[in-house]
Every structure is written in C-alpha cells, then in structure tokens.
C-alpha cells in the first residue's frame, strides 16, 4: 500500500495545500522523540523536494533542539475528508531565527507574526504515501485563535522575554538556540 518517490509531484503538493494540520516529529540522539501538530497557514511547498514552515511561540521548543542535535525531520498530513490518504516527507531541516539573514527571505514566502519563533526549512530526501484507511473522517470547523491572541497581548518583547524563561532548552536539557 505504501509509495515511495523521490519527490513531491504536483497531486501531492495540491494534497498538502488543502490540509488544514500537519505534524512534525523529531528526536535527539539520545532523549524523547517529539511529535507536534501544527495548524494556521504556516507552510509552504518551495519546491519538489523543499518546505518551509513557521513555528509559533509554544511551551516548549523541542523542534529546534533536536535539529541542532540530530538533523532530522518527519512531517505527516492526513486526509481527514475526501478519499483516504497519509503523506509523509521525511528530511534534514534548517532552523532560521529572527537573528539569521534568512529570516527576512522567509517572512516574505509565510508573513511573520508577533509569536513567530523560527522557520524551518526542509529539504526533502523521501516521500512517502500510503493508504489512510484507518484515519476517521472529521469536520473542519476553523481555526483556535487562542496562541496568536496570546502572543499579541505579551507584544514582541513579551514573547522574547518567555522564550529566555521556557524557550532555552528541550524537556531532555538540549539547547534550542532561541534568543530572547
């Protein structure tokens, strides 16, 4: 049931426009393997074999630590209406923060935000679908507003100061890079 490609085609590319959550797993070497979703119009597809998304302002930052330790990323969408479907695209990524000269070409593909902590950019090595058989049906009813409504109250500084309080290390002790 499952396929492999070296790339994504364009079906695929139409697949992940139209998906509303996506989830990001990673891991360290050593420690806990980190899985998130991640919701709003956070991403895009760059390329066949490129993505790039924007990570919010959250409790914890695992994503960036484990790259900086293992560089590795699995991104996964699931059709959740529609015929069944589950993609995955498996990667290295690069982390982009405000500080980095690349955050500037970012922010011109997915607009930044006041809790917009990192990009992350990810160039693909595997793609890989399969069937979906077994994930349930549900009803897209909009987004939560409740992390960007948060982020907006604190003010740019507000988030910066959380990030030097709850942002500087992985729940295993790994630094994250973030600068507040």
């Not at 890989?128 to 994930?135: D, I, L, P």
Request: proline share 6%; with cysteine.
């Amino acid at each position: 049931m499952a396929k492999q490609f070296p790339e994504l085609a364009d079906p695929l590319i139409k697949f992940i426009e139209k998906q509303k959550i996506f989830f990001v797993a990673t891991a360290a070497k050593e420690g806990r393997v980190n899985l998130s979703p991640k919701g709003h119009d956070c991403l895009k597809v760059t390329g066949p074999n490129e993505i790039i998304w924007m990570n919010l302002t959250g409790s914890g930052n695992e994503t960036a630590a484990h790259l900086a330790d293992t560089n590795r990323m699995t991104i996964m969408w699931c059709a959740y209406d529609g015929p069944p479907r589950i993609l995955r695209v498996y990667g290295e990524a690069e982390t982009i923060h405000p500080r980095d000269p690349a955050w500037g070409e970012c922010d011109k593909l997915i607009p930044s935000q006041t809790g917009s902590r990192q990009y992350y950019k990810m160039k693909i090595d595997l793609v890989q679908t399969s069937c979906g058989y077994a994930v349930p049906l549900y009803e897209y009813e909009g987004e939560r507003d409740v992390l960007r409504d948060w982020a907006d109250k604190k003010g740019r500084d507000g988030v910066e100061n959380y990030w030097d309080e709850k942002n500087q290390t992985s729940i295993d002790g790994l630094p994250t890079g973030v600068l507040g």
